[in-house]
C-alpha cells in the first residue's frame, strides 16, 4: 500500500500540512503516518500532547484515510525521526509544514525543513499555512 508521511506541529503550518496530507493521501489511495516529533517543554502536559494527536488521527479517519499516528518519545531530531520512519514505511511522499518568514528569515530555510528537503529518500511537499 502506498504511504503518506505527515511532519505534524500543533501549529498553523501544521493544520495546512495536515489538510494537504489528507488531500494526497485521498489521491494516491495511500495510508498516512502522522509523525508528530514535538518535543514537550516545561509546563507542558503530555494528555493535552495526547488529545492533540487523538484528534488528528479522528480527522484522518474521518476523511476515510488509513492513519498511523507515531509520536517518537526522544532521542532523534524531529528532522532525523521524520526521516527514519519515512525510510522504514517505504514513503512516496513527505508533507511538511513551512512557517511564513520575513525577507531576511528566507534567506534560511529551518533547519529540519532543510534537512527534510535536502535528505529525503522521496519527493517533499512543503506547504504554508493561509
Same mark, same amino acid.
Given at each position: 500500500?502506498?504511504?503518506?508521511? %505527515?511532519?505534524?506541529?500543533?501549529?498553523?503550518?501544521?493544520?495546512?500540512? %495536515?489538510?494537504? &496530507?489528507?488531500?494526497?493521501?485521498?489521491?494516491?489511495?495511500?495510508?498516512?503516518? #502522522?509523525?508528530?516529533?514535538?518535543?514537550?517543554?516545561?509546563?507542558?502536559?503530555? &494528555? &493535552?500532547?495526547?488529545?492533540?494527536?487523538?484528534?488528528?488521527?479522528?480527522?484522518?479517519?474521518?476523511?476515510?484515510?488509513? #492513519?498511523? #499516528?507515531?509520536?517518537?518519545?526522544?532521542?532523534?531530531?524531529?528532522?532525523?525521526?521524520?526521516?527514519?520512519?519515512?525510510?522504514?514505511?517505504?514513503?512516496?511522499?513527505? #508533507?511538511?509544514?513551512?512557517?511564513?518568514?520575513?525577507?531576511?528569515?528566507?534567506?534560511?530555510?529551518? &533547519?529540519?525543513?532543510?534537512?527534510?528537503? %535536502?535528505?529525503?529518500?522521496?519527493?517533499?511537499?512543503?506547504?504554508?499555512?493561509?
Amino acid at each position: 500500500m502506498p504511504t503518506v508521511v %505527515l511532519g505534524y506541529v500543533p501549529k498553523p503550518e501544521g493544520e495546512a500540512a %495536515l489538510a494537504a &496530507s489528507i488531500s494526497e493521501a485521498r489521491l494516491r489511495q495511500a495510508d498516512l503516518v #502522522v509523525v508528530n516529533a514535538h518535543r514537550a517543554h516545561r509546563g507542558d502536559t503530555e &494528555s &493535552s500532547g495526547t488529545s492533540e494527536l487523538d484528534d488528528v488521527r479522528a480527522r484522518v479517519e474521518a476523511a476515510g484515510v488509513v #492513519v498511523d #499516528v507515531r509520536h517518537p518519545e526522544a532521542g532523534l531530531e524531529a528532522s532525523e525521526d521524520l526521516l527514519a520512519i519515512a525510510e522504514e514505511v517505504g514513503a512516496e511522499l513527505i #508533507v511538511i509544514g513551512l512557517r511564513r518568514r520575513t525577507p531576511v528569515g528566507k534567506l534560511i530555510l529551518g &533547519s529540519n525543513a532543510q534537512r527534510i528537503l %535536502l535528505d529525503a529518500h522521496c519527493p517533499v511537499l512543503a506547504v504554508k499555512s493561509d
